[in-house]
Antibody, heavy 121, light 107 residues
Framework: QMQLQESGPGLVKPWETLSLTCTVSGGSITAYYWSWVRQSAGKGLEWLGR???????LYNPSLKSRLTMSVDTSKKQISLKMTSLTAADTAVYYCAGDSGGGVIIYPFDLWGQGTLVTVSA | EIVLTQSPGTLSLSPGERATLSCRAS???????LAWYQQKPGQAPRLLIS???SRATGIPDRFSGSGSGTDFTLTIHSLAPEDFAVYYCQQNGRLVTFGGGTNVEIK
């Protein structure tokens, strides 16, 4: 059974860059498209973007200028980088997988447990 | 961006009762690409329904989804104790957006 585990710093200073990693186990990282979703008290669930092992990416237009996502198949990891963090970026960050192809984003049937990121000086 | 509005915000019911949750989209959801998720405290969301009406693997048949276009419904036909949770709709027809959630609580 495929499992996902997010990791990264729990605390980030304002205006710094957040780097998160999601490690995949129990299955092939190339079999899924990978998204990052965050959940904050103020904005609920928010999709950040999606990436695939081929390098294809699709970002939420409202955050596109701040995001970089990629897949490292050798390490079986998906990464997220988000720049210029503010308090509004405080949230639980999830990686999630969908088995869709190409343009169609399928619902997320795989989820990590999430990692809390707090933005504070 | 397609905005999803869920109602009610909170539903207070007893075990065994029927729960009816609504999700309304600001634009037509293409291909009926509408999903429902269940989330319990401290856990990630769990996929219940995709394509507006198809139950995900392992989801009990007391959960059903219906609707098309801009109006969708999740029905839990007889609430089990483990069904008290927050439920979110999601559209994946044009990028991805989520509704604000409905909290199904024990009355």
């Amino acid at each position: 059974q495929m499992q996902l585990q997010e990791s990264g710093p729990g605390l980030v200073k304002p205006w710094e860059t957040l780097s998160l990693t999601c490690t995949v186990s129990g299955g092939s990282i190339t079999a899924y498209y990978w998204s990052w979703v965050r959940q904050s008290a103020g904005k609920g669930l928010e999709w950040l973007g999606r990436t695939f092992s081929s390098g294809t990416t699709l970002y939420n237009p409202s955050l596109k200028s701040r995001l970089t996502m990629s897949v490292d198949t050798s390490k079986k990891q998906i990464s997220l980088k988000m720049t210029s963090l503010t308090a509004a970026d405080t949230a639980v960050y999830y990686c999630a997988g969908d088995s869709g192809g190409g343009v169609i984003i399928y619902p997320f049937d795989l989820w990590g447990q999430g990692t809390l990121v707090t933005v504070s000086a | 961006e397609i905005v999803l509005t869920q109602s009610p915000g909170t539903l207070s019911l007893s075990p065994g009762e029927r729960a009816t949750l609504s999700c309304r989209a600001s634009q037509t959801v293409s291909g009926n690409y509408l999903a429902w998720y269940q989330q319990k405290p401290g856990q990630a969301p769990r996929l219940l329904i995709s394509g507006a009406s198809s139950r995900a693997t392992g989801i009990p048949d007391r959960f059903s989804g219906s609707g098309s276009g801009t109006d969708f419904t999740l029905t839990i036909h007889s609430l089990a104790p483990e069904d008290f949770a927050v439920y979110y709709c999601q559209q994946n027809g044009r990028l991805v957006t989520f509704g604000g959630g409905t909290n199904v609580e024990i009355k």
